[in-house]
């Protein structure tokens, strides 16, 4: 298995711009969650989904965030509109059941709003 | 609520010289603790977890951690530090299904 796959790894982008990031779990896993890590703030927990379905989205910061998981595969984050201080690196982290036991973590993608 | 405290910014040791990164939980119920390493560039790689018995859990490349419940500690340590080890250390825990992290500690090794 290639693990969890994020793209992309790198993104830059002017402000005001709609902003959309991938998320490929791994294989089998039914829990997928989306981390923000910046150096002020640290790991923070965006939006958890349990099959497919959100579970908790406490952690989205307003509703200029987004997020979905059309099927077992593939997740987004869509930020729109973008602003400087979304600037972070995302994680997307998934797991074989609801228990954080097992947690993979993808690259994640670093994110530049100018 | 639940909540994870590093206390250290950065540990710095020398090679061969034993290494401890410190981590201190709050949490309702029983937790279930975690170390995470991360590389520059580079996602979250697990290294041990706590969830129940023994007190000192393994892991991997060499680390382990003691879980001391009247404390509510869990320190990360290794007898023996390499600077192949220098990377930023996070501690976790739940009671729950979702990972709080500390902020982070970053590990120094010198040749």
């Known amino acids: ?114 | 609520a639940q909540s994870v405290a590093q206390p250290e910014d950065q540990v710095k040791v020398a090679e061969g010289n034993p290494l401890t990164v410190k981590c201190t939980y709050s949490v309702s119920g029983n937790p279930y603790l975690f170390w995470y390493v991360q590389y520059p560039n580079r996602g979250l790689q697990f290294l041990l977890k706590y969830i129940t018995g023994d007190n000192l859990v393994k892991g991997s490349y060499g680390f382990e951690a003691e879980f001391n419940k009247s404390q509510t500690s869990f320190h990360l340590k290794k007898p023996s530090a390499l600077v192949s080890d220098s990377a930023l250390y996070f501690c976790a825990v739940t009671s729950g299904y979702a990972l709080n992290f500390g902020k982070g500690t970053s590990l120094l090794v010198t040749p």
């Not at chain 1, 796959?5 to 779990?25: A, D, F, N, W, Y």
């Not at chain 1, 989306?34 to 989904?49: K, N």
């Not at chain 1, 200029?64 to 995302?90: C, G």
């Open chain 1, 1 to 114: 298995d290639a693990g969890v796959i994020q793209s992309p790894r790198h993104e830059v982008t002017e402000m005001g711009q709609e902003v959309t990031l991938r998320c490929k779990p791994i294989s089998g896993h039914n829990s997928l969650f989306w981390y923000r890590q910046t150096m002020m703030r640290g790991l923070e927990l965006l939006i958890y989904f349990n099959n497919n379905v959100p579970i908790d989205d406490s952690g989205m910061p307003e509703d200029r965030f987004s997020a979905k998981m059309p099927n077992a595969s593939f997740s987004t984050l869509k930020i729109q509109p973008s602003e400087p201080r979304d600037s972070a690196v995302y994680f997307c982290a998934s797991s074989l059941e609801s228990s954080p036991d097992g947690y993979t973590f993808g690259s994640g993608t670093r994110l530049t709003v100018v």
